[in-house]
Each structure stands twice: as structure tokens, then as C-alpha cells.
């Protein structure tokens, strides 16, 4: 008979870590930490520049850390080491390249419904990010521009005439980033960049003001054609322009579909979970910024792994 887990976790993220660590310390040992990325925190690996500041009080958001693990402020890279650290000092397993399909519950346990079978667990966590499913815009891209039409830095090379679209933390740091090595305008429909936090700002306003990244501000977007291979950007408020490249920094978007396949209810486009944050799934819990909550806060991830592996233990 195939082997009955005491917990699976969907999703390695600073959440799903923190419910993997904080179960361990309080006595579970078979713990299963799956990732359809190749390593935990995808979204930082993905989404964070180098050297990004990680900040533990997000957006100035002050949160004490109520269990075991004692996160302190630091960057892309200390932030990466501090999870590994984690992960090998508690013998958590984790299965990346593992995307989880739908959750069934069967009976006393669940089935976690991944390609080729299944992994039976008695309690199920959720912990995937909003990231790991970015907005993208709701006008077609053509096929033939695709490559050219990115949500992260990954693909970008230097001396490309770039349009970075949005006006979060991400967009901001994106456009600062790459001014140093090529010619980026930063378009966002809004008038001000109130969304990111007070560094940023100060970031974007002096790059805008050294004439290093081009401001299109209260600029919408109705359209992207191509232009002999490159993305011609049809503005709303302006005359079309065209780019080598096109970034989207838009956030992300709630996986409705999947946790409503798992049996779980949403609520205003969140997952509905009671004060330990289980779903009306009995022993299927969600945690992180999937119950947006927390936002991009990873002290908030960590409190709600050290709160459900408590109420699994009392379960």
C-alpha cells in the first residue's frame, strides 16, 4: 500500500518552510515539501534583483515573530541561505520539479494529485505564492513577440530599449535596475508610484530625474503589434512606440481555479480558512500569500506555519 505521509506542503516558500520547520520541532518526521520550481523560493529566485534588500517588516508592516525561526533583515542571496540552512538542519524533504494538480480528500486522508499519480497525506498545507501565477495584461500578445514579452529580468540583455509596465516595488526596482545598462521608460497608469515603498520611490524619482529612466505616467496601454520583430506598444495617451522589450510588473493573481478543483472555498477572490487557517477542508490549511493576508510579508508566512503546525498537533 502506498505510504500514508503525516503532512504534505504545496509550495517551498518562506511559509511552507516555516510550517515544515516548526512541525519537525514539535515532533512530525514525515514531512513532504513539494515545488514545481527547481528549489524553494521560486518568487525570490525569479522576481528579486541581486542584492535586493529582503526586509522582515514589509513595507514598514511590523510583525513579531511568534515561533522557532528568527528571520532578521538581509538581502536576495542571505535570505536564499538562511531557508537552505533551515531545510538541511531539520531533515525536511523537498521535491522540486513537482507540480501538484488538485487536492482530493478520500476519506481519512488526501490524495495530492500530481502528474502520474498521487501522494496520500493526513493534513495538506497550501503555501504557493501569488507570484508563481503573475497578471498578465488582458489584450492579446502576438505569438510571433512572445520572447519579447517578459515577467521577470531573465531574458533582458544589454543595450535594449526596454518598457517596464507597473508601479509596484518590483516594476520600480526593474526599471532602476537596468537603466544603468540600457534605455528603459517605466509605464504605469497611475500619476505617482505611492505603491512602493519609501526607498523605491526615492530610487525612481532620482533615476527619473538624472534623465536615467523615462517616466510615462497616467499611461495606459491598449496593445502590443509587432514591428518587424520588436513589440510596437500602442498607448492610449500617446503616440505608439516601439521597444525591444516589454516587462510586465503587474503582481499577482490568486489561483482560484486550483483551490477551487482542491474543494476549498473562495471568498472575494481569496480562499476562505477559519483563525489557524484551515479551509472548510478539515485538515487542509492555506498560509502565505495566498490568503493575502500577508502580502509579501515573510514574517506573516512564518507566524501562519508556527500557527498551523500547533493546531495540527492538537488535532
Known sequence: MEKLHDLV???????????????????????????KDQNHNATIRKYYKENKRVDKDWKGQKVELDGNIYFM???????LDFFDELLAKHSVELRTHTEVQKIVKVGDHF??????????????VVTIGRMGKPNKPDYKIPPSIK???NYTLDDCQEGEKILVVGGGDSAVEYAVDLSEKNDVTICYRRETFRRANPTNQTAIANAIAHGEVRPYLGTNIEGLEDDDGKVRVIFAEREPETFDRVIYAIGGTTPSAFLQASGIEIEDGKPVHDENYMTNVPGLYVAGDITQESGGSIALGLN?????????LQS
Open 111 to 124: 490524495d495530492v494529485m500530481i502528474s502520474g499519480g498521487s501522494i496520500k497525506a493526513r493534513y495538506v
Open 9 to 35: 506542503i504545496v509550495g517551498a516558500g518562506p511559509a511552507g518552510i516555516a510550517t515544515a520547520v516548526e512541525s519537525y520541532i514539535l515532533g512530525v518526521r514525515d514531512i513532504v515539501l513539494l515545488e
Open 147 to 149: 520572447k519579447r514579452v
Open 304 to 312: 501562519h506555519g508556527y500557527r498551523i503546525a500547533h493546531h495540527i
Open 73 to 79: 533583515d538581509g538581502t536576495k542571496e542571505s535570505t
